[in-house]
């Protein structure tokens, strides 16, 4: 039943495409291509539908007289998951309570790309697509050369046009219908979007999706705990810090940005808010996203303002981005020539308005990468104990004990956000990286299972064309997604190998660009021509990150080594440094992440650590 304002190529029941012309199906197809992509499609894209139109006529005339129910089931070709502009199945049978995802490939053998674009596909349906949730979704690699058995590879079964029919006639052979297709057609999509792409959506005026995902979270809870803290502040002239604490990708910057968004354009637009942040890099990205510098600033350039003179800022609420990273007292001295901390800059800062203010502190864990931050949540403390007027502390459970200058603390668990939401499914890659980090190697491997089978692709390398050439296949025709090279900023071997880690080629970097341009720019990250360190990936991500490892961290057989700081700062501990910087590059993924080792023999072992940890191997050729 072709629909040329439809968001696929074509749909109907296999009877229908049996009895359908070939012209007429292709034609609704090529139109549907034309919509997404805004140009004809190539002789490439042509050729590859013909195949799969052949194979599918052949295995379907077959199951059809063997399954005669099987005419009732539905096809989908080239299906556009909403709010993922590109993404499409190549074909979804729908079949009961089965929803079978096909995608063709033109090889005769699988490539990991492919296995996983596959698997991403049925991952995404089932997560994300209401009409699929309560149904049975089974990615099928399809390799129109492929001559060998059906196998099954990561939880996708890799066939061939002899082995199709076998494939269909397991997975739905108990299958009556489609139930009802309409329903799952027009069903709602909601996926979780980048920070990048969150950000854009909230501030232009927009609604987020409403992912149950995020929602099983507890986002809209904490947001609910901070706008009343808020309202009690202004409304009783008070002053109060609340801190929102919570795993690795838990959803803290979402928050804070739709926080500042409603202070802004909620009904008390009186009240006006500021994310702020220490991370350069990240401002000036959403800052390009934004095209506005108004709702995030820089942290050190705002206090720099206000906290060293009799200014004052019009915002009474100030978010503040990784705030357990503030500078202390001895590295203000030292970088800025200011006599206080970072925390307690702003909370005198807040006396110093005379009326109220509220102080919201985004938490992270295992995230300080730069001198000066190792102190963490006592800073906190110890600011408050200098104060004249009363604070009340707002925070989770797990750290009120830390707090015991505050002049009242309201335990508050609504403000911990425990699930991560940055790799879909997979709850379990920031206890992968911690486990690895701290040598418990059969533990990571163990939870590397999980995470892999949740569809977070994990490999390692020693060929980073390899690495290169499976993130370019597998995003193929996906312009929303994001890949790139990552490294530390310390390692001095990986520039021999294309990762342009200095500081004189990343303090050049145009990181707005860099994290938002199309794949096709060269100033996007997708080109593979610069290189973002720790510094410039911290709270954001990328949808598969090629992580370089350097020779400034390894495995020596009985646990992990860094080499020692040269930095003139004041580093009260170098090596943990360095270990937070790899727990940064290692969990910028939403999708995935790709470890470089080069092929060095100081590095031997700790290639064969990640392999014993729970990384694939990636090679070129797979099979």
Known sequence: MPDHSAPWGWAGTVDAFLREGHPQWLESVEAHYLRCAGEPPSESNVVAWKNEHSVLRQVLEELTS???????????????????RGRRPDVVVLADKHVIVLEFKGYSSPMPAHVDQASAYARDLAEYHRASRDRDVDPVLVLTQYCGETTLINHVLVTGPAGLLGVLQDLASDAADAR???????????PLPSLVNAARIIFEHEPLPHVRRAHSAGIPEALSCLEHVAARARREQQLHLALVTGVPGAGKTLVGLQFVYQSHFGEEDDRPAVFLSGNGPL??????????????????????????SERLPHEHIWVFDEAQRAFDAEYAKFKFQR?????????????RLGSWAMMVGLIGEGQSINAGEE???????????????????????????????????????????????????????????????????????KTAHEAKASGFGMYVTRDIEAARIYARD?????????????????????????????????SRMKIGPWFNDP???????????????????????????????????????????????????????????RTNAYRVLLTRGRDGVVVFVPPEEKLDLTYQVLIDAGMVHLQRIWF
């Open 375 to 445: 102190a963490g949540l006592p800073l906190w403390n110890d600011a408050l104990a200098k104060l004249d007027r009363p604070w009340t502390v707002h925070c989770p459970d797990r750290v009120s004990g830390l707090f015991a200058n505050a002049a009242d603390v309201r335990v508050t668990d609504e403000l911990d956000l425990d699930i991560t939401l940055r790799s879909h499914l997979a709850d379990s890659v920031h206890l992968w990286v911690a486990q690895l980090l701290a040598g418990e190697i059969a533990s990571a491997s």
């Open 339 to 351: 006599a206080g901390s970072e925390p307690e800059d702003f909370l005198r800062l807040g006396e």
């Open 283 to 308: 401002v000036k990205v959403l800052q390009y996203t934004l095209r506005s510098r108004v709702f995030v600033q820089d942290v050190h350039g705002f206090l720099k303002t206000y906290a060293g």
């Open 66 to 84: 063997s399954n005669p129910r099987s005419v009732r089931w539905h096809l989908v070709f080239e299906y556009e998951l909403p709010r993922e």
């Open 474 to 506: 597998r995003y193929a025709g996906e312009p929303d997604k994001r890949f790139g090279l990552l490294a530390s900023a310390k390692a001095r071997n990986l520039p021999f190998y294309g990762f342009l880690n200095s500081f004189d080629f990343t």
């Open 519 to 577: 794949p096709g720019t060269l100033t996007s990250c997708c080109s593979f021509r610069e290189t973002a360190t720790e510094f410039q990936c911290q709270g954001l991500e990328l949808d598969m990150p090629v992580v370089g490892w350097g020779d400034d961290f390894w495995w020596t057989g009985i646990g992990w080594t860094s080499k020692p700081s040269r930095s003139r700062a004041p580093i009260k501990d170098a090596h943990q440094i």
């Open 180 to 190: 009802d297709p309409d329903d799952w057609l027009r069903s709602d999509y909601e």
